[in-house]
């Protein structure tokens, strides 16, 4: 049992808060039983879980007994030393340090109904984090992040995903330059999420697919290099002086109507 706040395992799970360890480390961390459930059942791989036992907590010591059977090391901790581990004000007893697997280029896989998300600079943890779980949501499995956006695996990114980015190929700090080259060369039709396009509910709208869809900031939209180059711009219809919508609601309507237009293929 881990039981002091210097120990090098708790400098080191403390280090993976920052974007600065995650980045030296290659690692990030997830907190919580039903985060570790998703990663179970999704089968992530975990390098290493920590635990402090709680008697009355059967679900939590049935994943440490689910840890061990695959092999998974397991170190129980004080609640003290948990609670310096947590990003969190109230930790749930378990967290667990993965390798940060980012997907390429080469691990696209392009179909003739393929819809590519791409993120261009949206800074909110919780909007990202939304997005993210809407798309998988709607089957969009491929995301790309443009240089610029937060980081994937800030803790507030990773929980308001609730373990979806383990069945993602997510690719990060992208420059538009070659997201747009990657759209040319595998005929993807490069759409844009914008107030100036048109409604994306008008009669006979029809995307051509595959698509690639570009979501931009909270406040400024996409860049203007995305505008410049997209073929296709869409917007949602606002009624009673209503500007615009929060980027994660407004992403789930565009690709919730993608889909729709597409019978939901």
């Known amino acids: 049992m881990i039981t002091s706040l210097q120990n090098e395992q708790v400098k080191h799970v403390v280090a993976l808060h920052r974007g600065k360890g995650r980045k030296e480390y290659g690692q990030y961390l997830i907190e919580g039983r039903r985060f570790v459930k998703e990663a179970f059942l999704r089968k992530t791989k975990i390098l290493k879980l920590f635990y402090c036992f709680n008697p009355e907590e059967s679900d939590l010591a049935n994943l440490v007994k689910q840890a061990n059977i695959m092999g998974i090391p397991v170190e129980e901790v004080t609640d003290i030393v948990l609670k310096k581990m947590s990003a969190t004000q109230e930790p749930q007893g ?3 340090i993965l390798e940060k697997k980012n997907a390429d280029w080469e691990n696209i896989i392009t179909g003739k109904n ?4 791409v993120i261009n600079g949206i800074q909110d943890p919780g ?7 809407t798309a998988l949501a709607v089957d969009v499995s491929q995301i790309i992040l443009t240089e610029g956006t937060v980081d994937l695996y800030n803790p507030k990114v990773l929980r308001s995903t609730m373990g979806t980015i383990f069945s993602q190929k997510i690719l990060i700090d992208k ?3 070659e997201i747009v080259n990657f759209c040319r060369v595998n005929n993807y039709t490069l759409a844009i999420a914008t107030m100036e396009g048109n409604s994306i509910f008008k009669e006979g709208t029809s995307a051509n697919y595959p698509l690639a869809l570009v979501i931009g900031n909270e ?3 996409p860049s ?9 711009k869409y917007s949602l219809p606002m009624f009673n002086n209503v500007e615009s919508l929060n980027v994660a609601m407004a992403t789930g309507i ?11 293929l």
């Open 175 to 177: 420059a538009p330059q």
């Open 127 to 133: 909007n990202l984090g939304t997005i993210l779980r």
């Open 219 to 221: 406040a400024f939209g």
């Open 114 to 117: 393929t819809i590519l998300l």
């Open 254 to 264: 565009f690709l919730y109507e993608l889909r729709r237009q597409m019978h939901f």
């Open 224 to 232: 203007e290099y995305f505008l410049n180059k997209a073929e296709e």
């Open 94 to 96: 378990i967290l667990a």
